[in-house]
């Protein structure tokens, strides 16, 4: 039967194909040049079936149609009210799915007959005796089912009539699908059916056997206790090896089946034999020429080695990465960790993790060794970083001389000394190695600037004694132990300026720079070679930064003798990219650097150049990064620029930054030289140009932000132009740099702006147009109130179709052009149709087969609640589309009772579960136990799902939060979905973010009745972070929470705050937890017990009366805030304070404030942060808080007792805060209002 909307003559070919039997109907343009189908193109085309057919063939849930289109590889869509479906695919797709749905119709009624005609290279007949059928297909084919789950094949008993004819007495059992999945399901089969029947399949199989062919199987014979320690718990150890090794690896009885091309099953061979040797032994491995292995340096002066790397550390290590770990040799003294892995990106993964777990470790050693004499030596006020390998940091002359313990104390006048914790200054030698490009004699040269030399500079600052020894290239140190180390880092401060240039030469100068170079170059104090390459006329000096800088004055010397002069553009410095362990200034800009493996490139430019380069606030500058990949640094004192990343990155940001600095001087040139695969050029018309670029270039600016490109007008010399001329005078060229999805968007944001100036310029001959490509564009036209009800209030509408679609929604003119997958296009189109049908739909209601499609939720809500969830004029359910990237339409569901209405949700699948969450979450507010009446604990095994946990009213009232907030904090710390509907706590994600969810929840709900205590074994999401004794009262709740806003995590103390000294740090990310790790150091470095947002980003222009609002709050406790005036809060700074006055003059200490954390009726009374609650707490949030400014203080009481005493600065102490638990009654994790100690009291 036609479906509506479809076309006549469609309806007409449809109706003949069922006279002919209903075998199916091509469409789409399928045929090439020659009249012959495409078999490469995408093909749409229809088959006919009866009722009881469309339903077998969907399903439960539709997993036999899904399971059809994965082993075909082609898309279904079941059309049950006319019982038809739709193929599309190339023609070897479609003709697999045709079988696949012909055999599948088949077992409805009887038998399958397969044979040889089935056979397309898909099929694999296994044999299964008769006593084992019932075995291998489990209860209710749930054994089956799960293979064809696991490796994508489609599975069922039939008849096989051969070439040979019957086989015997045992059941045939056929396996569709690739290679690699039915090799895996067969080989799930036999181990079933030896579990079952014992010799089977390897009772005359030797005890090794090897396939010579690329692919096959090896099999490798094992004993009982090798096949449980190659097996591991659940199967665990088996698929460790196997993800690793990227081979198929199962055990059929006592044999180890390898399956797969001939590298990955060498590559299981030896993983398992590695692993078999550790039961016996210690295993080394020769990693030399391996492509598939990363091995991680463990420094020799790190105690307990196996304790960093325990067994469970290092199965979660494995897990989380799909890689194979061990420690090679004995493993309480190995000095390295291999990881094995086919997957390079798996490899580094674990590696990074590995590193990090050394650095905690190495940082716990170095902060329990300085904990007598405080946390100093350790900071540098150049950069502050720490330097993991010698155990201290880095230290400038500008650098925090005493540290933590010893600042404080010398502050206040205390001399604190822990005997247990004395410094170590026995005498130790130890041995510095130079780098292989480096010479030993610039250690002993004096500088460039009459500089001492570096080894006696680095003896006289540090009281040790230096040895060179020439032929191995070392420095032995000899003195006490923190000496060395002291001595060890200036000397690889030293090294680290160590630079490689290399100078483009005109061939004129080449000949006359190989004098200078022998003469005056190479001699030159901290320069290790200079050598000229006359082949091809290069220059390439190794030497100190300092004496680089000087070479170039006698290179600008040769260049003028010879009326030349020297282009900064020839130079290209490199110096190798900073180790990971060592960071400067910035922790998470470095942190970035760090991971951006490969050379630092740098280039010189003017001081006019680095000014273009940077931009107005930066923005040039971190515009080409974004579109380059790599990370730049402007140094503006030196004019240099520097490029960290990957090859490819760092040449493309050399790209950009020539283009940019040809933009200062004139017309840029591009030619087919600067197409890498990130180019797009576009025409404009000169009346146009203006027009496109705006006022000030900002409509260039606003397309390069949005989509993340480089944009800019140029001259494009095409491979058939002549250089010089153009090939179309009336028309400019505008060149969009970037990714193919970023330049697609600007292209399309280009031809909006030009349509609109010049109308029908592209879609003046423009209709409906479907691309079959993977990669293309749609286009749709649009009548007049299509256009306008499908843009939307300032493009609302469009931009909510876009998110939900995942492709590009653009409107140019009044066509609509989609661009993006073959799949994202589809949605789109459908969804614009669905919003143009309610243009013409009185009822404004459109009607969806949910049961057939994978991207839409149903929702059910009553008709009396349907006011509350749209909210006024539309403007929750349009929160809800914008904060999850969703499409929401409340449709026709015959199904739902009549005083029910469906609320569909349309997009991907996490964006549908949070907000079909958020809906139920106000449809319980006003029904209650509408979702939650039967609702208990559960908690899926599934990767993605859904858990729920029942909580009580002063639970729910706690894990709330004011606005929700602490119910925010977990959800983005545990990167999982968290909403309370009614008292039930819901949690979706994966099983990793539900796993985390779930334990932040259980641990934050734990602090209401006492210490939380954290097994920290195994756990990759935690960061311990060590704060001395003297400096816990530095730490308070307000500055925990100020920090877990501003990074992302969940911070407590673990057990009991007033005595632990461990504060954990948990996230799902890695860079969240170390921000939050650097805050916290860097506030108790500098005394500063609350963060300010200030400190970490510029603030805004602010007029006087907005600085007077916010006065205090600049400079947390010690910025902006009169001596001896308590903090308010927030509640209490709207109030007028009265002055009260003790009976000495002076200001006593504030009453602490009670918590009210059960009277709000939108927290307490429904229990649920309702939509509304949520846009108000986040306007909150952005908006500036507000504080009344204190009274003045009386001058007489400004040397009272009450007052606490000052600091060196003149400035007093921060006031101690509590903890919610700490003295109080409280539940809420809402902080008390400070307090002064009394007298004279240290902090």
């Excluded at 401060?493 to 005056?520: E, G, M």
Aim: with cysteine; hydrophobic share 30%; proline share 5%.
């Amino acid at each position: 039967a036609p479906r509506p909307g479809m076309s006549s003559s469609q309806a007409a070919a449809i109706a003949a194909n069922s006279a002919e039997g209903g075998r199916g109907f091509r469409r789409g343009g399928s045929r090439d040049e020659d009249g012959e189908p495409g078999g490469s193109r995408q093909v749409a085309e229809l088959m006919q079936l009866t009722t009881d057919e469309s339903a077998f063939i969907l399903g439960k849930g539709g997993k036999t149609k899904h399971k059809i289109a994965k082993v075909s590889g082609a898309q279904l869509e079941l059309h049950e009210h006319n019982n038809t479906i739709e193929i599309v695919g190339t023609d070897a797709e479609r003709h697999r799915a045709r079988k696949y749905i012909d055999l599948v119709k088949a077992q409805r009624i009887g038998p399958v007959n397969v044979d040889e005609r089935h056979d397309d290279g898909d099929l694999t007949i296994l044999i299964v005796p008769n006593t084992c059928v019932g075995f291998v297909t489990g209860t209710q084919g749930n054994f089956l089912r799960a293979c064809e789950e696991e490796w994508g094949t489609l599975m069922f008993f039939c008849d096989y009539h051969g070439p040979t004819g019957e086989g015997g007495a045992a059941e045939k059992l056929a396996i569709f699908g690739g290679i690699r999945g039915r090799t895996g399901a067969e080989l799930k089969v036999m181990a079933a059916i030896e579990t079952k029947l014992p010799g089977h399949f390897t009772k005359s199989l030797p005890d090794e056997q090897t396939c010579e062919t690329e692919w096959g199987r090896d099999s490798i014979s094992l004993t009982n206790e090798e096949l449980s320690f190659a097996l591991g718990k659940d199967g665990s150890t088996r698929k460790k090896l196997a993800k690793a090794s990227g081979c198929i690896l199962e055990y059929v009885g006592n044999t180890a089946f390898m399956a797969g091309p001939t590298a990955t099953r060498r590559r299981g061979r030896e993983y398992l034999g590695w692993l078999l040797r550790q039961r016996v032994g210690t295993v080394y491995v020769d990693i030399e020429g391996r492509d598939d292995v990363c091995a991680v340096d463990i420094p020799g002066g790190m105690d307990a080695v196996a304790s960093v790397f325990k067994s469970m550390t290092l199965r979660t290590l494995e897990q989380e990465t799909g890689t194979f770990c061990f420690l090679e040799g004995n493993a309480s003294k190995s000095d390295r960790l291999l990881i094995f892995s086919h997957d390079k990106k798996g490899r580094e993964k674990a590696k990074s993790l590995a590193e990090e777990r050394i650095n905690n470790k190495i940082q716990a050693q170095e902060d329990s060794y300085w904990g007598a004499q405080g946390w100093g030596d350790s900071w540098n006020g150049q950069g502050g970083s720490w330097d993991y390998e010698y155990g201290q940091g880095y230290q400038g002359q500008q650098g925090y001389q005493q540290g933590y313990q010893k600042g404080y104390q010398k502050h206040q006048g205390q001399h604190y000394h822990d005997e247990s914790k004395a410094v170590d200054t026995s005498e130790v030698t130890d041995t510095f190695s130079l780098r292989g490009d480096i010479s030993v004699h610039v250690v002993i040269q004096t500088g460039p600037d009459g500089q001492e030399p570096v080894i006696e500079e680095v003896e006289r600052a540090t009281g040790t004694k230096l040895t060179v020894m020439r032929e191995k290239g070392t420095i032995h140190i000899s003195g006490p132990a923190d000496k060395v180390s002291l001595a060890k880092r200036q000397l690889q401060s030293f090294i680290d300026r160590f630079v490689t240039c290399r100078i483009q030469l005109p061939p004129p100068i080449t000949a006359a720079l190989a004098n200078k170079v022998s003469h005056y170059i190479r001699p030159m104090p901290w320069v290790a070679s200079a050598e000229v390459d006359e082949a091809k006329d290069t220059l390439k000096i190794q030497g100190h930064q300092d004496s680089v800088d000087q070479t170039f004055k006698v290179l600008r010397e040769v260049y003028k003798d010879h009326g030349l002069e020297l282009n900064d553009a020839d130079i290209i410095t490199t110096k190798k990219a900073e180790d990971h362990h060592h960071t400067h200034s910035s922790h998470f800009h470095q942190a970035r650097i760090a991971g951006k493996p490969g050379s630092a490139d740098i280039i010189r430019v003017s001081e006019e150049e680095a000014a273009f380069i940077l931009g107005r606030g930066g923005k040039t500058k971190h515009k080409i990064a974004r579109v380059s990949g790599a990370i730049l640094e402007l140094h503006e004192r030196s004019n240099i620029v520097e490029i960290f990343g990957e090859e490819v990155e760092r040449k493309k940001a050399r790209k950009y930054i020539d283009l940019i600095r040809a933009q200062r001087v004139g017309p840029v040139n591009v030619d087919e030289t600067h197409d890498d695969g990130d180019l797009t050029m576009i025409y404009v018309p000169q009346s146009c140009v203006g027009f496109v670029t705006g006022s000030q270039g900002n409509f260039l600016r606003t397309c390069e932000e949005e989509w993340g490109t480089l944009m800019f007008f140029c001259d494009f010399y095409s491979p058939d132009s002549h250089h010089g001329t153009k090939s179309n005078t009336k028309q400019e060229r505008l060149a969009i740099f970037g990714e193919l999805e970023g330049r697609y968007g600007a292209e399309l944001k280009v031809m909006a702006a030009i349509e609109t100036k010049m109308p029908g310029h592209f879609t003046g001959q423009l209709g409906d147009t479907h691309s079959t490509d993977e990669w293309g564009t749609d286009t749709i036209p649009l009548s007049t109130d299509q256009l306008s009800y499908a843009l939307g209030k300032r493009g609302s509408t469009r931009k909510k179709l876009a998110r939900a679609s995942r492709c590009i929604v653009e409107y140019v003119g009044s066509v609509a052009f989609l661009a993006g997958s073959l799949q994202a296009r589809r949605r789109g189109r459908e969804y614009l149709g669905w919003l143009c049908d309610q243009v013409c739909s009185k009822s404004g209601r459109i009607s969806v087969d949910a049961e057939t499609r994978n991207d839409v939720t149903l929702v059910p809500v009553r008709k009396d609640c349907i006011g509350y969830v749209m909210g006024d004029k539309r403007k929750t359910l349009s929160r809800l589309e914008e904060d999850w990237s969703v499409l929401i339409f409340f449709v026709d569901v015959p199904e739902y009772p009549p005083d029910v209405e469906g609320l569909a949700i349309f997009g991907e699948e996490r964006g549908r579960c949070g907000a079909e969450l958020k809906v139920m979450g106000a449809v319980e507010t006003k029904v209650p136990l509408y979702f939650t009446k039967d609702v208990a604990d559960r908690h899926v095994r599934t990767e993605w799902g859904v858990d729920t946990q029942p909580l009580t009213n002063d639970e729910l009232s706690f894990a709330l939060g004011k606005d929700g907030a602490t119910r925010r904090k977990l959800a983005r710390a545990s990167c999982c979905i968290l909403e309370y509907v009614g008292n039930i706590a819901y949690m979706a994600g994966s099983f990793d973010e539900r796993c985390r969810a779930r334990d932040y929840l259980s641990w934050l709900l734990g602090q209401r009745h006492g210490p939380v205590t954290v097994k920290l074994e195994g756990r990759t999401d935690i960061i311990v972070v060590e704060i001395p004794p003297p400096m816990r009262g530095m730490v308070k709740a307000a500055m925990l929470r100020d920090v877990e806003r501003e990074t992302g995590t969940f911070c407590f103390f673990q057990g009991d705050h007033s005595t632990t000294s461990q504060l954990l740090v948990c996230g799902a990310e890695v860079e969240d937890r170390t921000h939050a790790q650097h805050l916290l150091q860097d506030y108790l470095v500098r005394g500063v017990s609350r963060p300010s947002k200030a400190q970490h980003a510029a603030p805004a222009p602010r007029s006087k009366k907005q600085q007077a609002k916010s006065w205090g709050r600049k400079g947390g406790y010690y910025g902006g805030k009169q001596r001896g005036a308590p903090e308010t809060s927030e509640e209490e700074s709207e109030k007028p304070q009265p002055r009260r006055r003790s009976p000495g003059g002076g200001v006593p200490p504030p009453r602490r404030r009670r918590q009210d954390y059960a009277s709000s009726d939108s927290e307490s009374a429904s229990h649920s942060d309702s939509e509304s609650d949520d846009s108000q707490s986040d306007d909150d949030e952005d908006r500036p808080q507000r504080r009344s400014r204190p009274p003045p203080r009386d001058p007489r009481s400004s040397r009272d007792a009450n007052r606490p005493p000052p600091t060196t600065a003149g400035k007093p102490p921060p006031p101690r805060r509590q903890w919610a638990s700490e003295g109080s009654g409280s539940g809420s994790d809402e902080e008390i209002v400070p307090y002064w100690q009394g007298g004279g009291s240290k902090i």
